[in-house]
């Protein structure tokens, strides 16, 4: 199974009120930014996705599956982020506890909570072996910029 984190977002042309475009990533509710031009307001998106995924992350629930771009920009957020969410899905589908992964990993249980917050600076190395003991495996893509 692979799980992708690029969500497309709807860019809304500027407000007359304030002339800012407002992106909105529609898969996740409540995403809504806005920026002063499109490339602005797609930084935002992805600012915005972090933490939407953060909040996901916090609550321990799955990020939703994106939906189909149709030519619309996407946004991804940051590996660290994208590897938490993905660890704490592949975690939960596995049906393992906390202390089961953190004996499989050799560490305690204290260190698996802190690679499932999404404020804590996790090593990005650390997450690959989590996930590796789940049968998963952290692929990174490279593409240009928003």
């Keep these: 199974m692979t799980t992708k984190y690029l969500y497309p977002v709807d860019l809304s042309p500027p407000s007359p009120r304030d002339m800012r475009v407002t992106a ?19 930084a935002e998106a992805a600012d915005a996705l972090e933490e939407a995924l953060a909040v996901l992350i916090a609550e321990g629930r799955d990020a939703p599956a994106p939906s189909p771009a149709r030519g619309r920009p996407c946004v991804a957020p940051g590996t660290v982020i994208a590897a938490k969410a993905a660890l704490g899905a592949a975690l939960r589908a596995s049906g393992l506890s906390q202390s089961a992964l ?45």
């Design 24 to 42: 909105r990533i529609s898969d996740l509710e409540g995403c809504v930014t806005d920026g002063a031009d499109s490339a602005e307001a797609l």
């Design 102 to 146: 953190a004996r499989r990993l050799g560490v305690a249980e204290g260190e698996v909570r802190r690679m499932l917050d999404p404020r804590h600076a996790t090593k990005i190395g650390r997450l690959e072996d989590a996930l590796a003991v789940l049968g998963r495996r952290l692929t990174v893509t490279v593409g240009d910029a928003a």
